[in-house]
DNA sequence: TGCGTTTATATCGCGCGCAATACAAATTGT
DNA sequence: ACAATTTGTATTGCGCGCGATATAAACGCA
């Protein structure tokens, strides 16, 4: 009702800037509680969850890559995957031998289970685009926009 | 070179689709891994971490609420927020007490030192939105697709 | 009144996600 | 050749985040 214009139209004043429904971190934050949630629906049936179902989109992109080739991809930290990666491979999909040539790396490499699991989930990227609606051009453009904001935030910190 | 065109041209083969950089979900998986890391850095002084900065975002909007309000607000389980509160309380932060209307409810509300820190804080915002970059009118148009997808994630799942 | 159901919160177990730290292999500089 | 540095991975500790489960308070209804 009385509610006091801003000096600049386009400006917040502090306080508004400190609501949840205004912060673009926060409907990140949501919005990848509620992709989570999917996933684990999704992915319940092949006893993967999505950070390890991620770490299996670079090997069927790329077999035989060292640990930190795909912290890189995954922006996570070696101490996040090398838990997770004993996992995977006491789930039987990968392999983890240390490389010849460089004892200090460690090189993961697809089974055949892991190889074939590919085949049975590569209907999970059309189940998570209908659940989350919008048209191709929709969500290429969101996509590449948080491309964008990722690696200013990367740079950032 | 010689890759065969779709016979739609704006549909993807199902081995694009499981590639990293195409996913819309892996970009937003991976750009909230670059929001926590700056707020990390940001919230380090204040000995917060961001759950509990969102936490304070919902008590400075609104004192005195139970933990399932905050959870509504959140996108929580009770799971993750009973121990997260606590840990406010031990902080000083804030005060548990269950309701005498309703014995089963707790009633969360902020301490002094909690409404203080308000005015400590009030700058992450405007850091957060530097540290992205882009105008302000492209964080609302993101933060409003956002949570179009949110909405529709989470009636999916 | 009494009994089944719902609601609100809590406990437990597990898998991330990262900072701090450790350590061995590889590389570099002299 | 050897010491210092860098690189690649692992260990530990802690805070989420949730499913499965538990429990007491409130409610509904015969």
Not at 21 to 47: I, P, W
Not at 58 to 85: A, G
Request: hydrophobic fraction near 40%; proline fraction near 4%; charged fraction near 30%.
């Amino acid at each position: 009702m009385k509610s006091p214009p801003p000096s600049n139209a386009r400006a917040l004043r502090s306080a508004d800037k400190l609501k949840l429904e205004t912060q673009l971190c926060f409907a990140l934050y949501s919005t990848l509680l509620g992709v989570n949630k999917v996933y684990r629906s999704l992915l319940r049936e092949f006893d993967l969850t999505y950070p390890q179902y991620l770490v299996m989109l670079v090997l069927w992109d790329k077999d035989r890559v060292n640990v930190s080739e795909i912290c890189d991809q995954l922006f996570l930290e070696t101490t996040t995957l090398t838990p997770l990666l004993k996992r995977l491979e006491a789930r039987g999909l990968i392999r983890r031998r240390r490389s010849a040539e460089d004892e200090r790396q460690v090189i993961v490499s697809l089974t055949d289970e892991g190889r074939a699991l590919r085949q049975q989930v590569k209907h999970v990227p059309d189940c998570l685009g209908a659940a989350m609606g919008g048209s191709l051009e929709e969500i290429v453009e969101l996509r590449d926009k948080l491309k964008k904001v990722r690696s200013k935030l990367f740079e950032a910190a």
